[in-house]
């Protein structure tokens, strides 16, 4: 999408947007298109009862008098109410409008009387929104008729401080960009995406952007005593790889925050195997390591001024005679022992070597893990909030500040020491389930927490029921998320850079 800012409305284009305040009041450059258009704006709002609420839009087809074929009325509700962040829904909305109208190109005229809200900053976001939106995952889709394709190509915001909104929208892209990264991770096929590939494509990403890429396999997690990782890696015939990413962005001698992720490319429980109905969906499975790749991409192309650790453990969980049985213990990198009762509980386990090897190798001050990781946390938050749990009281205030402003909304969730005893096992140090199914997204992070070292503060954030949609929302169309990349760039944004 070819994406400008103006500050005059130069050359052609298909369609226009302009704005109405609530009670129906036309901002001037839509009183303007009003009169020239013999009043059709008004004649389309009274037989629409359009009253410029919040979020509708109205659109006017083939006006006489002017040269577009389409005019939006998008509406403002009360504009003294309206932040610049606002206008990142409603550039979203603009997007499958415009597209069902077969429109190629749209001005939108965002003039002063918009909002009183920094203008440059709301078209940013206007073209954030309309950007994101534009998302699809198509590749494979060889016999699609012409006339389902998108027609939208460009968008052009016309506003006073141009320069300022282009300015602001470039970092915007990359990160838009880095979702978009995200997204294709996540939607792509297992077949396609397995640890050995997933990890060649990182490195093919982010090493020209600068970030440090290592690739552990076999040879490598054997050696370190990953018992954990490897038992839900062997067995299938793909090997599991562990991935660190460095980006060195601030002062040499500033901390590192650090970013884990989980990344099983297939979930098919193993032994304990799921139920066939609905086990496609377990190829999202990788949506925690996807946020952490995405936005080591976004924070490399925006030159973050910060240390920033990405460490994402890849393995696919298969049932074969090679995979792990329920009852077998083995040891993690930690040096604790680790019962599997359920293989289907893999996350954890992969997560719980990929955490200590990262904090032992790069001795990070923070250290936030993203994982699908239960469907008891689905269960507690539906497809509403991300849940975040942690050992500090600041970490998931920032957190969830941070998720508020990019849309991507988290729940602060307990521990407690009875959950955390919930895990103890009579045969070794720990077990990956606990015997009831109560709490059991927070036994999750309970497990978890058994491998952060002291000292150090933690976050987890249990995405199950965010890294993939069924339904359209703002800014992401029906599928791959690519949640918790905005939120992570942000974060580090607001905390950690110079
Ligand atoms: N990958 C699943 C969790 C999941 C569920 C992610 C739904 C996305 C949507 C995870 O590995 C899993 O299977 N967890 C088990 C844990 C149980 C065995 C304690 C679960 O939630 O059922
Ligand atoms: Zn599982
Ligand atoms: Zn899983």
Request: net charge positive.
């Amino acid at each position: 999408m070819k994406i400008s800012f103006e500050k005059k409305a130069v050359g052609k284009a298909d369609a226009v947007v302009v704005f109405a305040a609530e009670g129906g009041r036309l901002t001037g450059a839509a009183q303007k298109l009003d009169q020239k258009s013999k009043g059709a704006l008004k004649r389309a709002m009274k037989a629409d009862a359009f009253t410029g609420g919040k979020g509708k839009l109205l659109m006017v087809s083939g006006p006489a008098g002017v040269a577009w074929t389409h005019i939006v009325v998008a509406g403002l509700g009360k504009p003294a109410d309206l932040e610049a962040r606002d206008f990142e829904a409603i550039g979203s909305s603009l997007t499958p409008l415009l597209n069902r109208h077969k429109v190629a190109s749209v001005q939108v005229l965002l003039d002063d009387e918009t909002c009183d809200a920094p203008k440059d900053v709301a078209a940013a976001h206007l073209a954030q929104g309309l950007l994101l939106n534009s998302y699809r995952f198509d590749k494979y889709l060889t016999r699609e008729p012409k006339e389902k394709k998108p027609t939208l190509k460009s968008a052009t915001v016309v506003l006073s401080g141009a320069a300022a909104a282009k300015k602001d929208f470039e970092t915007r892209r990359k990160v838009a960009e880095a979702v978009f990264w995200a997204r294709d991770l996540v939607s792509e096929a297992p077949n396609v995406l397995y640890p050995e590939s997933y990890a060649e494509m990182i490195r093919c990403e982010l090493g020209p952007l600068g970030v440090e890429v290592k690739i552990l396999g076999r040879k490598e997690t054997q050696k370190l005593g990953m018992g954990a990782l490897i038992a839900v890696g062997q067995g299938s015939a793909r090997e599991e790889k562990l991935v660190t990413m460095h980006w060195k962005g601030g002062d040499k001698n500033r901390e590192n925050v650090a970013f884990v992720g989980k990344g099983v490319t297939f979930d098919t429980g193993g032994i304990s195997l799921k139920p066939g109905p609905g086990m496609w969906d377990m190829k999202y499975d990788m949506g925690g390591s996807a946020a952490v790749v995405g936005a080591m991409k976004a924070l490399a192309s925006r030159k973050a001024k910060a240390n920033v650790v990405g460490v994402v453990a890849l393995a696919e969980n298969m049932p074969s005679g090679t995979a792990c049985r329920p009852g077998d213990i083995v040891t993690s990198m930690s040096g604790q022992t680790v019962e599997i009762l359920n293989t289907d509980a893999e996350g954890r386990l992969i997560l719980c070597d990929a955490l200590w090897y990262c904090q032992e190798t790069f001795r990070p001050t923070h250290i936030i893990d993203l994982a699908t990781l239960t469907g008891a946390v689905v269960i507690a938050l539906g497809h509403e909030y991300a849940a975040v749990y942690s050992n500090d009281d600041k970490l998931p205030q920032h957190l969830i500040g941070a998720g508020k402003e990019v849309g991507e909304p988290l729940w602060h969730m307990p521990l407690n020491d009875a959950w955390d005893k919930a895990m103890d096992s009579a045969a070794a140090d720990i077990k990956n389930i606990s015997s009831g199914r109560d709490a059991g997204s927070a036994t999750a992070a309970h497990f978890l927490k058994r491998f952060i070292r002291k000292g150090v503060t933690w976050a987890h954030l249990d995405i199950a029921g965010m890294a993939w949609t069924e339904k359209d929302r703002p800014c992401v169309p029906k599928g791959a998320v690519g949640f918790g990349v905005r939120l992570l760039d942000r974060y580090v944004a607001e905390y950690c850079e110079e």
